[in-house]
């Protein structure tokens, strides 16, 4: 199973709300990553976890909260958005070692911050 | 600093016709490069991947890759386009900034295909 699911796939939410994004596979990935991609750009890294321990944070605001519960599972955690924080958010994995680098990535959530 | 270049930004070709897609890198070392096609509104899908050895490299829907080192290139290409690759391509190149492994995407090459 080469899958990364990703829910909801859509979400609305006024700039008040508290949501979360949820990410999961299960082809025993040491790595996963969250992404922000906006229309007709590539992704921007914002947050890696690598054994469970966050690895990389791309100086994302505070409002965006990770979350890696398990090895299977990711999380973003939304608070106090901003409209200019509309995107699609992918989420990725990856085998951590040597030439295992390509990354699965899911068909990612479009949030639209109202 | 490493970077990843796709100088076109938008490619239109007729169906049956090849397809040729640039990328050009600037990478310190033996750079990790990567294709992945990303149809609207979906996650990225890996076409291909080099990582060392035979500088041509098959991918999956038909696509192949030729590392050449000496014009820090990745080109992308398909013998004949189906109105199915209609998509956004993305290169991109891996670096290990302290030791944990990240990409650095290209701006992308929209795909459409005539019929």
């Known amino acids: 199973d080469t899958e990364v699911t990703q829910t909801p796939k859509h979400l609305v939410m006024g700039m008040t709300n508290k949501k979360s994004l949820k990410c999961e596979q299960h082809m025993g990935h040491r790595a996963m990553y969250w992404y922000k991609q906006k229309a007709k750009k590539p992704p921007e890294l914002m947050f890696v976890?690598?054994?469970?321990?966050?690895?990389i944070n791309e100086s994302v605001p505070s409002r965006f909260s990770p979350e890696c519960p398990n090895s299977s599972l990711l999380n973003l955690h939304l608070h106090a958005l901003q409209p200019e924080d509309s995107a699609l958010y992918l989420c990725?994995?990856?085998?951590?070692?040597?030439?295992?680098?390509?990354?699965?990535f899911g068909p990612g959530t479009r949030l639209t911050v109202t | 600093a490493q970077s990843v270049t796709q100088p076109d930004i938008h490619i239109t070709v007729s169906e049956g016709a090849s397809l040729e897609l640039r990328c050009n890198y600037s990478y310190g070392a033996t750079p990790y490069l990567f294709w992945y096609v990303q149809s609207p509104g979906q996650g990225l899908q890996l076409l291909l991947k080099?990582?060392?050895?035979?500088?041509l490299v098959q991918g999956i829907k038909g696509f192949e890759a030729e590392f050449k080192r000496s014009q820090s290139s990745f080109n992308l290409r398909k013998p004949s386009v189906h109105w199915s690759d209609a998509a956004e391509y993305f290169c991109?190149?891996?670096?290990?900034?302290?030791?944990?492994?990240?990409?650095?995407f290209g701006t992308g090459t929209r795909l459409k295909v005539l019929a």
């Open positions: 080099y990582f060392s050895g035979d500088t």
């Open positions: 990725a994995s990856s085998q951590e070692g040597v030439n295992s680098y390509e990354q699965y």
């Open positions: 991109a190149v891996g670096s290990l900034p302290g030791g944990t492994y990240k990409y650095i």
């Open positions: 976890y690598s054994y469970e321990k966050l690895s």
